[in-house]
């Protein structure tokens, strides 16, 4: 094997037709060849890693081929391109999601197993790339193999942070953060390419300019510093098809990287500075999900990627068609939230200042290639730039928004002559205090189209947040419910009921989940009640090693696995679960005799650095755990667990093992989530209120196969409206008022009596996100379903009910509403060879 060179593992593509034995044969080998030519080893001397590099590159390496066959292809068909741009892409590992989109896990297992190798111990050496802080960033990473699964061209954009989203410690309970070094060993799957590299520039000033032999002037942009974007892609397949798409994300590089003047005059620090300055834009990723942080070094990450990414499809472009007139008939872009909306000015001052276009010509280019998701109504992640800050950043585009914005503006008094308060609303430009630029509405001023992620949030959208933007253009407006890849999310994640479920009504679910509704025609079949009921105990006793292992609590894998896995976030109300929690505990102190549904109640996820309710809602998780894991009054009946580190590989132990799932959001606050169409898939059921999805996936599931509880979006207005009072139900509700008392008779925080204080407070005083208002709804509904859990039969019922109807939510679906509705592109497949 010295002598071979590294090989693709599939011959397939060279037209040679494999047998079983002959393909185990080849895997073998082209992993004793990546072994030696890779990682430069042999057996003798090879680690876990080691075989996990081999084994990544033998993939990559087939990834690759099909790769140059896609980009030949999509040249060739001059194919129109979706190009998504998100400041966030939460991958997963990509190891176990290229086997299985290319068909290849089982013989993979089998191969390894055959040379002494566990594919599932390799497959734990990846290190995840957690690129995103939670439900946005997720969702680019499903709607990137949607995409590739459905034969669509695209290019997903985003930035390479050598940092992704910080490792969680617990440490006496509390979070701490650690860096995530998650490139510390390399990452197979990127391939950098220098050779496509851009300049990007910022600050300094601009000119006004006569070009040569023109009587017009023009601007240009005198930058004061010039940084350089490397890309680096990662291929992304697709399952069951030759088309591979690509990630392409960007690495800041100085121009000068080294001052060889400053280091002969002894200034050894001054002589790589810029490389410092210029190197940081991509460092680290924000830790904030659902927050806007006015920095400034947030901003030139937004700028860089997105004018790294103009640059590039720009390049494409003229490369495949000549002329930027027709970019939009064969671009389509997507904004990823506002994080890229800058792009709108980007493209403008491309047009104007570099391709000399017209104002009126630019501005119907810009608008016919730009689309704009909205994922949030919470109003502090609705991002505004403060326009001292922004000229300072980017002189040139500060006048291109005053320009933009002031011929929109003219146009809405056209249409609106008396109404100034709409003008001042509607603005780029927000007056009054520290000026600053509106990114939402640059968005929507540059999209044709502009969509929520869900039924509820679009109405919200429309009849709140954007309202002004509606009544102007109702025809930009549509709903696009967000969607979640099946490949990851039950074939790779729940091998056993993957294989059920195929046993049963045929594999056709994988790319078409609606038909996941055959399975409604088994429901009364025993045998396939008992084997699906036998698969999620199969799998919570796994999750029970994994738990023991990680955190040390011995759970009871025949109690209800309870979960809430999710950003921790006041909204999401993970508190008003520690609270069930809490007055379950005390219902158990107080009655030891009573019977009980035995329960384990687990939490996930990270809070952001600079949350402190946040972090104090994980403190007190983790300090009610501590004191109920250790009372012998609950034994068996009642854990509770604080998972640390939540990311996509722990998501993938967490959903099949699940009953029942926490989606219980103040209404009106959670844009959609997806979390909640994870568990249904696995047929866990719901606990939740009518918020984002939920509404759907309850239509979908029916209303018996859903547990639903909680003020309405109306019912949370009209209580904010007359007043919340927050103490009525503290007097009111006396095992409310129990466990608030315990909470602060400090039998949680010995020795730090106020530890809780502010969370107490907050519940007291104002209780912004309804807690109080919900909470005897919440454990009422609770108990039902705790009765329904004791009749194991109708919970599996309901169970396959939840799997079997939650065909809508696959991102396949999603995607195909965009491509048709929005992005107006079609299926390029690429032949096999
Ligand atoms: O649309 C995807 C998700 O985005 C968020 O995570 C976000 O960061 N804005 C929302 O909070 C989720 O509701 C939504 O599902």
């Known amino acids: 094997s010295n002598t071979t060179t590294e090989v693709p593992l599939s011959l397939e593509s060279a037209g040679v037709a494999l047998d079983a034995e002959a393909q185990v044969s080849q895997i073998q080998q082209a992993l004793v060849n990546n072994l030696y030519w890779v990682q430069g080893k042999d057996e003798q001397f090879a680690n876990a890693h080691d075989y996990y590099t081999a084994l990544a590159h033998s993939v990559r390496n087939q990834l690759l081929q099909k790769r140059i066959r896609t980009a030949k292809t999509y040249a060739q068909e001059r194919a129109k391109t979706v190009y998504y741009m998100s400041a966030e892409f939460l991958m997963g590992r990509q190891l176990g999601n290229g086997l299985i989109n290319l068909g290849l896990y089982d013989t993979m297992r089998h191969a390894l197993a055959d040379c002494g190798l566990d594919l599932d111990e390799l497959l734990e050496r990846e290190a995840e790339p957690g690129l995103g802080n939670g439900g946005l960033g997720r969702l680019a990473a499903c709607f990137m193999d949607s995409l590739t699964t459905l034969n669509l061209p695209a290019v997903g954009y985003g930035i390479r942070y050598e940092f992704g989203i910080f490792t969680q410690l617990i440490r006496q309970g509390h979070q701490v953060e650690a860096p995530d070094k998650w490139l510390s060993y390399g990452n197979p799957w990127e391939i950098a390419r220098p050779d496509y590299r851009v300049e990007i520039k910022f600050g300094g000033h601009t000119e006004v300019y006569k070009k040569d032999g023109d009587d017009d002037y023009q601007v240009r942009w005198i930058p004061a510093q010039t940084v350089i974007g490397i890309p680096h892609d990662v291929p992304v397949p697709g399952y069951g098809t030759e088309n591979v798409n690509l990630l392409r994300l960007w690495k800041a590089e100085a121009g000068e990287a080294f001052d060889l003047d400053a280091f002969n005059a002894g200034d050894y620090f001054g002589a790589v500075a810029n490389k410092m300055i210029s190197e940081n834009i991509t460092k680290v990723l924000y830790p904030n999900d659902e927050t806007r942080q006015g920095k400034e070094l947030r901003l030139q990450q937004q700028y860089f990627f997105v004018a790294c990414s103009l640059q590039d499809i720009i390049r494409l472009h003229l490369r495949d068609h000549g002329s930027l007139e027709n970019l939009a008939e064969f671009a389509a872009i997507q904004l990823n939230d506002t994080h890229p909306a800058i792009g709108v000015a980007e493209l403008m001052r491309l047009l104007i200042d570099e391709y000399n276009f017209e104002w009126a010509a630019a501005w119907q280019i810009t608008q016919r290639t730009f689309g704009y998701t909205n994922h949030t109504l919470m109003p502090e992640a609705l991002e505004k730039w403060s326009v001292d800050l922004f000229g300072k950043l980017l002189p040139r585009h500060l006048e291109i928004i005053y320009e933009i914005n002031h011929r929109f503006l003219a146009q809405v008094k056209l249409r609106y002559p008396n109404d100034p308060d709409r003008l001042e609303r509607l603005s780029l430009i927000e007056e009054g205090g520290e000026r600053r630029v509106r990114m939402a509405n640059l968005a929507c001023v540059g999209s044709h189209a502009i969509n929520g992620v869900a039924a509820l949030h679009t109405e919200l959208l429309k009849q709140e947040v954007l309202q002004d933007f509606y009544e102007l253009w109702p025809d930009k ?44 025609a088994h429901l009364d079949n025993e045998v396939f009640r008992h084997a699906w009921q036998a698969i999620k105990q199969e799998n919570k006793w796994s999750l029970a090693r994994y738990i023991h292992d990680t955190v040390g609590i011995k759970v009871n ?50 809070a952001a650095p600079g949350y402190a309710m946040a972090k104090l809602v994980v403190k007190l998780v983790n300090a009610v755990a501590d004191v109920v894991n250790n009372d012998p009054i609950v034994a068996g009946r009642l854990k509770v667990v604080f998972l640390p580190n939540y990311n996509v590989s722990q998501a993938q132990r967490l959903f099949p093992a699940s009953d029942l799932s926490e989606q219980i959001s103040t209404a009106g606050m ?68 129990r466990t608030l008392d315990v909470i602060a008779s400090g039998l949680f925080s010995p020795g730090e009596p106020d530890l809780f204080l502010p969370i107490l407070d907050s519940l007291l005083v104002d209780d912004p996100y309804m807690v109080m208002a919900d909470f005897a709804a919440y454990v009422q509904c609770q108990e039902h379903v705790s009765r329904t859990y004791e009749d194991r039969d109708r919970w599996v019922r309901m169970a396959i009910l939840n799997t079997a109807r939650i065909g809508k939510f696959s991102a396949d679906r999603t995607i195909a509403d965009y491509a048709r509705e929005i992005w107006k592109v079609k299926a390029v497949p690429v032949a096999g060879e």
């Open 477 to 520: 407006f549509s709903n696009k419910t967000n969607g979640i890849t099946p490949r990851r999310w039950l074939l790779q994640c729940n091998p056993r009921l993957a294989q059920l479920i195929s046993e049963t009504i045929g594999d056709s679910w994988i790319t078409n989940l609606d038909d996941l509704k055959q399975l409604e």
């Open 557 to 606: 894998p025949d109690s209800m696995f309870d979960v809430q896995i999710k950003r921790i976030h006041e909204y999401k109300r993970q508190l008003m679960n520690v609270l069930h929690v809490i007055t379950l505990y005390n219902r158990m102190v107080q009655n030891p005799g009573d019977h009980v549904v035995p329960r384990t109640v687990i939490f996930g996820g990270k």
């Open 670 to 737: 959670e844009a959609s989530g997806t979390g909640n169409m994870k568990f249904a898939l696995n047929g866990a059921l719901t606990i939740g209120t009518l918020d984002g999805a939920n509404v759907e996936i309850r239509e979908e599931v029916g209303a018996d196969n859903f547990f639903l509880f909680g003020l309405t979006t109306e019912q949370v207005a009209a209580c904010k409206a007359v007043g919340h009072n927050p103490w009525c139900y503290y007097d009111t509700n006396p095992e409310l008022k």
